[in-house]
């Protein structure tokens, strides 16, 4: 099989799941993140069928650079998946730090719109893609202390229909993933600086998603024949659903 995936934020969680079920599936994947000996740990693993290619999605100089970048053999890139994200702090909104907001806007909204500006036109040429977007819960139901982080996956949602809107008549797909409670990759920690106690205290009692039950819904959606599109799909563990809206009742 010729067909190449790019997978953007593969050195942990959904990515580095993604990248292993997609070479076992036959493909051929470009694994990027920022951190080097992770892909190169990635590649001693898969082989020659995953090209590790360090990328800071932020970056939008070496983004922008892609296709003609990759090497010869990897430049016409079938499947992207946008899955790089990640979410910072849990405080109300006004005691919530700047910094965090540019650069939770900066990865999940920005980054995910260069990768896609420099990928897709190569797509539509061949008229053959699918971009898969790693949207979450988070951008359909508001929670406390989601403020940034729901809005940029609210932004991915509805960036994901428009490109279908403007894509009917090609054959490019698109799909915006949209889990719930997801365990076993460095979330938590992230969203928490580094509190690993704190981070594995959200998962404390319930059975949460895993990144491969991800990565079997990436290869579902992409495996389906060319003619069916998922547009979205919301997925959450078994012990988690959307449930009342808050009221706060005086004492
Ligand atoms: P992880 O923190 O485990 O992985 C995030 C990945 O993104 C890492 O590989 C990291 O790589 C990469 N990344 C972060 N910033 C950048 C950047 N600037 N440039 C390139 N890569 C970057 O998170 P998950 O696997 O859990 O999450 C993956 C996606 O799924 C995110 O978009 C997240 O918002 C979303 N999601 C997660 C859920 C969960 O419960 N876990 C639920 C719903 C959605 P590196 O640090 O090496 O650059
Ligand atoms: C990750 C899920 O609920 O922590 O997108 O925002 S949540």
């Known amino acids: 099989m010729n067909r190449i995936v790019f997978v953007t934020g593969a050195t942990a969680g959904f990515g580095w799941a993604i990248a292993h079920r997609m070479v ?8 990027t993140g920022r951190r ?4 190169e ?4 693993e898969l082989g020659p069928a995953l090209l590790p290619y360090p990328l800071d999605v932020t970056d939008a100089e070496a983004v922008a650079q892609l296709p003609d970048a990759l090497p010869e053999g990897w430049r016409e890139v079938e499947i992207l998946v946008n ?5 910072l702090g849990l405080e109300p909104a006004y005691q919530a730090r700047l910094e965090d907001w540019d650069r939770m806007v900066a990865t ?3 980054g995910l719109l260069h990768v896609t500006h420099a990928l897709l036109p190569g797509m539509v040429a061949r008229d053959r893609g699918h971009i898969v977007n790693l949207g979450s819960v ?3 139901y508001p929670y406390s202390g989601g403020h940034v982080y729901g809005a940029t996956k609210a932004f991915v949602q509805q960036f994901s229909l428009n ?3 403007d894509l009917i008549g090609t054959g490019v797909r698109v799909t915006n993933l949209e889990p719930g409670l997801v365990g076993g990759t460095e979330f938590s920690l992230v969203r928490f600086g580094g509190d690993a106690e704190r981070a594995q205290s959200v998962y404390a009692g319930t059975v949460p998603l895993t990144p491969e039950d991800i990565a079997e819904a990436v290869a579902w959606v992409v495996g389906l024949p060319a003619h069916v599109n998922v ?3 919301e997925i959450m563990p078994t012990c988690q659903a959307p449930t009342r809206i808050g009221v706060k009742r005086r004492e």
């Not at 076992?24 to 994947?29: F, T």
Request: proline share 0%; charged share 25%; net charge positive.
């Open 24 to 31: 076992q599936d036959g493909y051929r994947v470009i694994a």
């Open 36 to 39: 080097r000996e992770r892909l």
């Open 41 to 44: 740990a990635l590649q001693k």
């Open 83 to 87: 899955n790089a994200g990640l979410a």
């Open 108 to 110: 999940n909204i920005t």
């Open 138 to 140: 988070a951008g359909t």
């Open 163 to 165: 490109l279908r809107a």
């Open 231 to 233: 547009n979205r799909m």
